[in-house]
């Protein structure tokens, strides 16, 4: 059995869609809070990111079981989602793909697994082939040792749930079940509760030794020192660990499961920010006299004070359609309301190019090939390249004339947004005027500043300076926060707008930027949300809404 065909068609509920079609529709469905719990219990821990995804995958399996489809192929399915090279399928978590194939018959393991093996090695598909292996009978203990050892640096007991990682242990011979008890422990300096989690699942498969207590207490501070061997062993056997309640939860899943579960009703309540989003997108102030709004090479070519007459007219115009005379001033290049710091930058019209271009991939390239094997450069480099699907395809967009704030927007709660966006005037940027203001008249480079990658000193400089680094369009910080647009999420450009509007829907708002929504960075890429091009793949959208305030503009 070979994995899927993604562009296969298949019909759920008399609609008929392409697997890929599938996968994506389901990702902008909420799944049901028992769904959530389900993930749960089949995950160690994770947070939103996991249990979603993880609730959304197995609802979508007890669609296609419905429809007839084996198990196999439903797990071959989330296999061929992980290896997709476009990068813009929701695969599923690593633990709960690993239950889908372990629900497969055996031959449908064994066919997954060769399907996978012929493909080049990455820690997704090395995770699948060892999943695979866990429950073929024919693989000896050795050989699934041997099939561990890409994935020494690996979590295991995150990537494979907790009844896969059970299954291995019982598989592997007890000096082999002890060496990757201890290879688990020496990953990384964790928490005294994670690794308890990890003792969970040894307890009763790894002998517990004098060398290997000895070596556990060595690589991991696991507990504080003790004054002999056999005081440390009475500790680590009598400590209570967290073994799963009735409920089937571990203590660290629970935080986790509430988190999410709140979540998702903010989420379910803020399933009207989509249509009212999108509404407000049609509000224009209407401004005669001002050509040079038109294009952004018109605004360049404008004197200084033609400019300031425009923004003049801009501010009266603003002024009559709120029925208030004073209720906006022009400051400096800027429109400001009465009251308050907001300042808004007056933004000429354009057209640009939407998308990573090729310059700006091979720029990326040539960065990932000269950083090659510093720490985490999957993350910081080869993850990027492999989303470039997100960011595709790139075409000629044409923006039209718009009021943005300089600065980035407020945190609001969804039902809060919602509000602001009835009461007007302001709206949400579309995702093509959120890009064209970020990359500042600039089109083709990574960056408002150029080619060069931006680094944590290039954002503690742009929060120093604020307005003084503001880019050519009078805009700053535009990717430091995780600022929300009025677009339905997708993954990619396929299909999307060309005039300026939003993409339309219901489901998840687009979410750009957040470089510094938590800093100092972690070095696993968060350097790439400062990039014009670069789309966030999550689609939690309403855990932070940072909201950029913008007024569009008509010409007559």
Request: glycine share 8%; net charge negative; aromatic share 4%.
């Amino acid at each position: 059995m070979a994995l899927p065909e993604l562009d296969e068609e298949v019909t759920l509920d008399g609609v008929t869609r392409t697997l890929r079609e599938l996968v994506i529709h389901h990702a902008r469905t909420l799944p049901s809070d028992a769904r959530v719990r389900e993930a749960a219990v089949i995950l160690l821990r994770g947070g939103q990111h996991n249990l979603v995804p993880g609730a959304m995958w197995l609802e979508l399996a007890d669609q296609l079981g419905g429809a007839g489809w084996t198990e196999g192929r439903i797990a071959g399915l989330a296999v061929a989602c992980f290896v997709d090279r476009t990068r813009t399928l929701q695969a599923p978590p690593p633990g709960v793909a690993a239950a889908l194939i372990a629900r497969a018959a055996e031959v449908e393991r064994a066919s997954i697994r060769e399907a996978l093996e012929v493909l080049p090695s990455t820690p997704q598909r090395d995770v699948m082939v060892l999943t695979c292996a866990i429950h073929e009978p024919r693989v000896s203990a050795a050989a699934l040792w041997a099939l561990t050892d890409p994935l020494a640096n690996a979590q295991l007991d995150a990537v494979l749930g907790v009844d896969v990682l059970r299954a291995l242990y019982a598989r592997l011979e007890p000096e082999q079940r002890a060496e990757l008890f201890l290879r688990t422990c020496s990953i990384e300096p964790l928490h005294a509760r994670n690794s308890q989690e990890v003792l969970r699942f040894v307890f009763d498969l790894v002998p517990l030794t004098d060398a290997v207590v000895e070596r556990a207490m060595a690589l991991r501070a696991l507990l504080t020192p003790r004054e002999d061997l056999a005081a440390r062993r009475a500790w680590l056997e009598a400590r209570e660990v967290m073994l799963p309640g009735d409920d089937g939860l571990t203590a660290a899943i629970r935080p986790s499961l509430r988190v999410t579960l709140e979540h998702l009703d903010d989420e379910r309540l803020a399933e009207r920010l989509g249509p009212v989003a999108e509404a407000a997108c049609a509000r224009r102030i209407e401004v005669a006299g001002a050509p040079e709004l038109g294009s952004l090479e018109a605004w360049r070519a404008a004197s200084d004070a033609r400019r300031a007459e425009i923004t003049a007219a801009v501010c009266a115009a603003l002024c009559a359609e709120v029925g208030k005379a004073s209720a906006f001033r022009v400051d400096g290049a800027t429109i400001a309301p009465a009251k308050g710091k907001l300042r808004l930058a007056l933004v000429p019209g354009g057209r640009f190019r939407r998308g990573l271009s090729e310059r700006e991939e091979a720029r990326l390239r040539e960065l990932a090939e000269a950083r090659r094997g510093q720490p985490n450069h999957f993350e910081e480099h080869v993850a990027l390249l492999e989303a470039v699907g997100t960011m595709r395809p790139v075409v000629e967009v044409e923006v039209p004339p718009l009021l943005i704030g300089q600065a980035p927007g407020d945190h609001r709660a969804p039902a809060a947004l919602v509000r602001w966006l009835e009461k007007g005037p302001y709206r949400l940027p579309t995702e093509a005027e959120w890009e064209y203001c970020a990359r500042g008249g600039r089109d083709g480079e990574l960056t408002a500043r150029g080619d060069d990658p931006p680094d944590a000193a290039a954002l503690v400089a742009m929060k120093k300076l604020k307005a003084r680094g503001a880019n050519d369009l009078g805009v700053w910080g535009v990717g430091l926060l995780p600022e929300v647009c009025a677009d339905l999420h997708a993954p990619s450009y396929d299909d999307a707008p060309t005039d300026g509007s939003p993409r339309r829907g219901a489901g998840p708002r687009v979410v750009r930027g957040g470089a510094a929504h938590v800093f100092p960075w972690q070095q696993v890429g968060e350097w790439q949300l400062l990039l014009s091009a670069v789309r966030s793949s999550q689609r939690e959208w309403e855990t932070d809404l940072f909201c950029r305030p913008v007024i569009g503009l008509r010409l007559r």
